[in-house]
């Protein structure tokens, strides 16, 4: 991965500042990793109760739906301040109900019970590298996020698989938007984000086409991940979901901000892009069974 010289130079100013300020990188409050705590116990129950011992995918799965009800959470509005991992339990958004669902279900895989190895698979799925290291070093484009979770295997792409092709798109949105990133006015931040967005700019993504999903969508499993392709200027992947299946047909399982919780969308996922003239197509992506110990 290429490191830009002033993201090195800031990613060294902010290992000063903790040598000089330490705190604790896994930034979740007792009572959230009480709540991960139970969440793992249910989840440790639900495998003892299969007479089969159930796979990763269904672990996943199930995992995702037990946070059905859980009220909404939009992005953004971070505080100005040290970088550190915030977690929670109570209130979720599109990519953190993903994010927070697969470390609980890795983690559960591997027979572990501790909210401690939770968090640090958070981190790695959250950061660049897995490393903690200011503001410009989450991935707060889930097009870099997702793009990360397959490079360490914990996904696979299938989007190319199933018919895709590949688009660009110019990347400017949280640079853009200071008012729900408010780390962005430190100058620092902002040079360090534009040279990522710059490197982004530059890639190519895999796409489904909005017209070519009616045909595509028998071939989802339940558990896939369903990335939403936007028109919107400045970002690629405007919201995230996971594909259930409601009788014979696939819906969107997700933090949803029209319904204000998480839930099942009502629509089709085909009618669900359709829905909205922003929405031109989807990404999809699996989840992979983890390689245990987690390390």
Known sequence: MIFYKKYILLALLAGLWLFIHPYKAHGADATTERNISIKLQQIHKYIAKQAVSPSFEEIFLHTVKSFKGTP??????????PERLIVKTDQLGCVSLIELSLAIARV?????NSPKTVLEEIQ???????????????????????????????LADRTMDLGGRTMSKEFNWVTAHKNLYPPVTIKENRLALREVEKNLSQKRFPVIPQNEIAAIEPLLNEGDLIAIITEKQGIIVSHVGMVTLLGQKRHIFHASSHLKRVGISSY?????VHSKNERIGIRVSRVVAPICPLI
């Open 268 to 272: 089709t996922i085909s009618n669900y």
């Open 108 to 112: 559960a895989y591997c027979g572990d």
């Open 72 to 81: 909404y959470e939009g992005y953004g509005h971070d505080p100005i301040g």
């Open 124 to 154: 790695k799925m959250r950061y660049r590298g897995g490393q903690i290291m200011g503001f410009p070093s989450r991935l707060h484009y889930f097009s870099e996020w997702l793009d990360q979770a397959i490079d360490n295997h914990i």
